[in-house]
């Protein structure tokens, strides 16, 4: 299965047998099979017939739409899974504190194990920057040694965002001088880099999303994110770990220039990618993005057996207290 992106003004797209059609001032100018299609994103004036969005819908092909400089997206959803006790239990695990906290540490444990991987794996690969990485890993060990101390979910955030203050310091001096990243930041991003991770980290989210409403699960329900109004709090939770495969990537494309500083712009106190660059970004997302949904989907199956057990999924997430590793993600 793969990704088609969209992204380009003044398109019409229409469905016409088992085939997208695209048209440009009326003229036909190409079409798709809708076959091998799993996801559908759109970003830019283009426009969709209804018979084309039913047939999205019926064979369960995902559309995020990309609005605005910042890619904020909007997902139009297929219908759900059928099973509906899957998200009775959801809800009900979710008011669980045990439950969510055993579930919040594996998360967090997680999420710095795959980090340290990360920057272990560029020590061994940079002399130039193993001073640096040794100090950042070091941290990032000792967050991980400290998670099942943490009692409260609150105080587990504050020692996932120790560990990434850490981990961004390591990751900052693997990266060229040129591209001026110093630390995280967004809303909006000020730099190339934090431009690229926070499309990269959009695009996660959505597949997030869209793989647990598929799954059966409520997205907006999360067990170490709490509620939030307008926020898909689960699919928060199941990105956390997955983030650093984000990194790696976002690594690759600058080192080997097929992201450039000059692909972006500075505007409204903002730094964003143009339309060159992101033609070339999509083009080298989507090897990743199935790769990530795969994970999601094992995420998935792991959430799925949790909650089938209810009662002993407490105790199955509660173990990780002392082993974060028992956790599934």
């Not at 055993?102 to 690969?125: C, P, W």
């Not at 995280?184 to 793989?211: F, I, M, Q």
């Not at 199941?238 to 450039?260: A, G, I, N, W």
């Not at 057996?305 to 590793?325: E, I, K, R």
Request: net charge positive; hydrophobic share 40%; with cysteine.
């Amino acid at each position: 299965m793969t990704s088609l992106y969209v992204d380009r003004r003044g398109v019409t797209l229409k469905a016409d047998g088992e085939a997208l059609v695209f048209y440009e001032n009326g003229e036909r100018v190409g079409t798709v099979p809708l076959m091998p299609l799993s996801r559908v994103f759109l970003r830019g004036d283009v426009t969709l017939s209804s018979s084309l969005l039913g047939k999205l819908g019926e064979r369960g092909i995902g559309v995020v739409v990309l609005s605005g400089r910042k890619a904020e997206p909007t997902l139009l959803l297929g219908r759900p899974h059928n099973d509906a006790a899957r998200r009775v239990a959801q809800y009900r695990l979710s008011q669980d504190a045990a439950f969510c906290l055993g579930f919040a540490r594996g998360i967090v444990a997680a999420k710095l194990r795959s980090q340290a991987t990360f920057l272990t794996e560029r020590r061994d690969e940079e002399p130039r920057s193993r001073y640096l990485l040794t100090h950042s890993l070091r941290r990032i060990e000792n967050a991980i040694a400290a998670v099942g101390q943490h009692m409260s979910v609150g105080s587990l955030r504050g020692l996932e965002g120790a560990g990434a203050a850490a981990y961004f310091e390591g990751f900052g001096d693997l990266l060229p001088e040129r591209l001026k990243f110093s630390t995280r930041n967004r809303r909006p991003p000020k730099d190339p880099v934090n431009a690229a991770l926070s499309l990269g980290y959009t695009l996660l989210h959505a597949e997030a999303v869209l793989a647990l409403y598929s799954g059966g699960f409520d997205p907006f329900i999360g067990f170490y994110h709490s509620l939030d109004f307008g926020r898909e709090s689960l699919a928060c939770d199941v990105v956390e770990p997955l983030r650093v495969e984000v990194d790696r990537h976002m690594l690759h494309l600058f080192r080997s220039e097929k992201l450039r500083a000059g692909d972006f712009s500075i505007l409204d106190g903002g730094c964003w990618l143009g339309k060159a660059g992101r033609a070339r970004f999509y083009a080298e997302w989507e090897p990743l993005a199935e790769r990530l949904r795969k994970k999601l989907s094992e995420a998935g199956s792991d959430l799925t057996a949790a909650l089938a057990q209810t009662g002993a999924a407490a105790t199955t997430f509660g173990a990780a207290t002392a082993a974060p590793d028992a956790v599934p993600f």
